[in-house]
């Protein structure tokens, strides 16, 4: 392997881990709030209570995040300097808005909300549970900032071979950013809603201890479940459309398209990808579902991703710009249908009260348990397609992945920090699914406290 595939493969690991904990921190800050909020309009204390008990989960999660999160940024320094050259004007102001605006708001208001219970009026307890949650929407917000402009680069001028930032305001009105933004909060939702539900379905199933809890706990689970996978689906296709005008390389790499479709394209279900020759050794489609998916309708053409290639030589000079097709193709479809899914299941949670066979049936509460992972298989696989169907680019159009590594990196010295990092971040992994699955089998307490 080169430096450059070392250099990606370890990147990928960090990112993947600390995307582990991102969405979960997200959402839940959000229904833990909403916890608190019932409890202090309704004076209802199981409200509270399940605020306390969730919360536990939430800054376990938190802090597993914070701390591969600061791994993550070793990296630009280590394997990818000139990347941090080039895009050091433009990446840097995102990045130091997060740690400002986001991550420093979490945090001072987290330790209000953790040790604030009972010495903080109800109303102002409430705001910092808000706070933290408006933190944590504004760190990822600033984060997609960054990686939207990689996505699709606005505002900007390149000055003695580096990218100078132009417009703040083009930076931050980015067209890509509503989508990528919405996507990752509407994941983080439905991962928050699925860790719920599935830890009260497996206290529901144990029959024991305070079953009202987890039963409240199960219904608020099964609506935020649900809006959330909604939502993902719904931003997912408009996303898919805009991307179909800004990257089609993307688009056709999604869906395995090598020869252009001029007048409709058909979708693509299952394919043999050749990515050698160019082509798919078979394929099973839908006729004319790709341009009804793109266009709202059966017509409209799509570019093959050979004429794709050919135009992108002729713009920035010879050289291969298919993303790896296989990896791309098959991720999507993943992500799609743990999308599916999830929805599927959250419906049926949500009616299972309504419907006799669901109310005695076992069997589906015990399907929610291995269902917390689903949003953690979906999300991984959103970001490999994301981030592999932009190769080779690392800033679309503006630099190659092979141009932004370090220079005078070695492969042994990448690949001691990859093993160092992969034990590292596997080892944090592992202690903090312990901790948060302890958390989430313990019985509540009449007065949980996260202190």
């Not at 102001?93 to 009026?121: K, M, N, Q, T």
């Not at 090598?258 to 990515?275: C, K, Q, R, V």
């Not at 291969?320 to 743990?338: D, E, L």
């Not at 042994?412 to 958390?439: D, E, K, N, R, Y």
């Amino acid at each position: 392997m080169t430096i450059v595939d070392l250099s990606r493969i370890q990147f990928a690991v960090t990112t993947i881990i600390h995307f582990f904990f991102v969405p979960l921190t997200l959402g839940l800050s959000i229904l833990i709030a909403m916890f608190e909020t019932k409890y202090v309009t309704s004076g209802n204390e199981t409200y509270k209570r399940m605020a306390k008990f969730w919360g536990k989960v939430f800054l376990i999660s938190f802090a597993a995040g914070v701390v591969t999160g600061i791994i993550q940024e070793f990296h630009f320094g280590m394997n990818w300097s000139e990347y941090s050259r080039f895009m050091g004007d433009i990446f840097g102001a995102p990045l130091a808005l997060d740690a400002l605006l986001g991550f420093y708001l979490e945090s001072v208001f987290i330790g209000l909300w953790v040790f604030g219970w009972e010495r903080l009026p109800k109303k102002i307890h409430l705001a910092a549970a808000w706070l933290v949650a408006i933190g944590s929407m504004i760190s990822a917000l600033w984060i997609l900032t960054a990686n939207s402009f990689m996505q699709n680069p606005v505002g900007y001028a390149i000055v003695n071979g580096r990218a100078v930032m132009t417009s703040f305001y083009d930076l931050i009105t980015n067209p890509n950013l509503p989508y990528q933004f919405l996507h990752v909060l509407s994941a983080g939702i439905t991962t928050a809603g699925f860790i719920v539900l599935g830890f009260s379905a497996l206290h529901l199933l144990r029959g024991k201890g305070d079953v009202d809890f987890f039963q409240k706990a199960f219904r608020w689970a099964a609506i935020y479940a649900l809006i959330g996978s909604l939502a993902v689906i719904i931003v997912g296709d408009a996303h898919g459309k805009f991307l179909e005008q800004i990257q089609p390389m993307k688009i056709s790499a999604t869906e395995a398209v090598w020869e252009s479709e001029p007048e409709a394209a058909d979708l693509i279900l299952f394919a043999g990808i050749d990515e050698k020759n160019g082509e798919n050794s078979f394929e099973l489609a839908i006729p004319k579902a790709l341009s009804f998916m793109l266009y709202n309708r059966f017509s409209g053409g799509v570019l093959g991703l050979n004429e794709l290639q050919e135009q992108a030589a002729a713009q920035y000079g010879p050289g291969k710009y298919i993303p790896p097709v296989a990896i791309t193709f098959w991720s999507f479809r993943i992500m799609v249908g743990a999308g599916f899914l999830m929805l599927l299941l959250a419906f049926l949670a949500l009616v299972r009260p309504r419907v006799k066979f669901l109310q005695k049936s076992s069997p589906f509460l015990k399907i929610l348990l291995p269902a917390m992972a689903l949003p953690y298989i979906a999300c991984t696989s959103g970001w490999i397609l994301t981030e592999s169907a932009r190769q080779p680019w690392i800033v679309y159009g503006l630099q190659l992945v092979r141009e932004a590594v370090s220079p005078n990196v070695t492969a042994g010295t990448v690949i001691f920090s990859l093993v160092l990092f992969t034990v590292v971040l596997v080892a944090l992994t592992w202690v903090t699914g312990w901790l948060m699955f302890q958390s989430g089998i313990a019985e509540p307490k009449p007065e949980q406290s996260v202190g």
